[in-house]
Structures are given as C-alpha cells and as structure tokens.
C-alpha cells in the first residue's frame, strides 16, 4: 500500500496558475500510472489526468486538456500536476491516486491508494 500526500493547493485568481504535486510511500512508485482526481462541492469526484509508468504517455479530461499538464520524476517518487489559465469551475478539492495498472486510465476503480486532497480555489 501506498501513502501518497498531495501539496501545492491555494487560492489562485482565473487565468493564474498553480502546480500540484504528490509524493508516495511505502510501495514502489515507479511500478504503476498515477492519476489526479478532483472533487468540488456538491459534486461526484471526476477524472483530471493520468499518467503511465514510465511517464510518456498521459490522458486528460477533456475540461483540462491544453491547460493542464501531469508529469512524473521516479527517482523522487512524486508526481505533479501543472494547471495553467485556471478558471473558477476548476475549483475542487484535487487528490492523487496510485493505480494497479500501468498505462493510464480514468477507471476510478483501477486506483487504490488515494492522498488526503489538496483545495484549489479560482477566483473570478
């Protein structure tokens, strides 16, 4: 099992930008995707992004495509997460994953070690 512990989160204005980043433990990291989830008020927690093992291929949302940018550094155990031209709906509680699998994936299930959530607040 995995502890994974989000950081990097804050208050943003729309158009600003803000880079997220996870570090894991306890289980070796390199070995699977990773993926960044989020959640806002009132709402089911969807898919942001994801990325592969080795970290050359990534899938988005389709909300953060062109804005958003995940990457991954194994010698650190951690992954980030980029947000540029951020707008108020991308306002959420974020949350890193670590998956079983090793391509990327949007399945939620296919995830089962999860960090404690980072809040990200755009202001208009």
């Known amino acids: 099992q995995a502890q994974l512990v989000e950081s990097g989160g804050g208050l943003v204005q729309a158009g600003g930008s803000l880079r997220l980043s996870c570090t894991a433990s306890?289980?070796?990291?390199?070995?699977?995707?990773m993926g960044w989830f989020r959640q806002a008020p009132g709402k089911e927690r969807e898919f942001v992004g994801s990325i592969d093992w080795i970290g050359g291929i990534r899938s988005y949302a389709d909300s953060v495509k062109g804005r958003f940018t995940m990457m991954r550094d194994n010698a650190k155990s951690t992954v980030y997460l980029q947000m540029n031209s951020l707008k108020p709906e991308d306002t959420a509680v974020y949350y890193c994953?670590?998956?079983?699998?090793?391509?990327?994936?949007?399945?939620?299930?296919?995830?089962?070690?999860w960090g404690q959530g980072t809040q990200v607040t755009v202001s208009s």
């Open positions: 994953a670590a998956a079983r699998v090793k391509g990327p994936t949007n399945v939620e299930a296919l995830y089962d070690d």
């Open positions: 306890g289980r070796t990291f390199s070995s699977n995707a």
